[in-house]
């Protein structure tokens, strides 16, 4: 690989680590106008809660009842380029404080993006996006305080993000329980179909 190539593809990375940081920072301000701009035409998004066009997200982004709000603490990442298409896995930890009944908690989860990119217009936008979580906790702000969690509905929801699932859905969202990739065949069926994009097929 000449110096020239090499130069483009850290160019090409930094740009797409600029704009998962965006992410972040746009999401947790509820800021709808400047996180449109970082998804690609036609994008998807793949949430607990949600399977659909990243448009429909942008728009519960802007909700004053949108998503539950917390902070997205962004971590280690690794890019593959080739072309105008890139992968992305991002390491990120999720800080929500929130009430259920009486007590106000705090829920911390530990997740990963994986990101579809694609080149469009000369700018690296999200093309679809995966939160694959690994576990979670949740935690009484005041200390020692009973939080009231319905226990057959806390055990019908995925383990690796229980807590913060039961939150989503006490605030009437539907779960998906079944189909996010959180570990086994399907994250590996994930990881295939992610390549076989990045090799030009279709996602």
Known sequence: MSA?????IAADKAAIREAIEQWAIFRDMGDAERIAPLYAEGARMHTLFMDAPAADFIRLVGAPHGP???????GAGLIEVEGARALAATQFLLCVRARLGPVLCDITANARFHDLFIK?????RIWERHAVYEKDRIDSV???AAIPLDRAILDSLPEP???LAYLQAMAGKAIRANDPPYHGEALAELGRRARAWLSGGAP
């Not at 539950?68 to 962004?74: D, L, N, Q, R, V």
């Not at 469009?120 to 690296?124: A, C, I, L, N, Q």
């Open 4 to 8: 020239e190539e090499s130069n483009k």
């Open 68 to 74: 539950a709000k917390g902070t997205h603490f962004m």
């Open 120 to 124: 469009t217009d000369g700018r690296w």
């Open 142 to 144: 005041e200390p020692g």
């Open 161 to 163: 993000c229980r807590h």
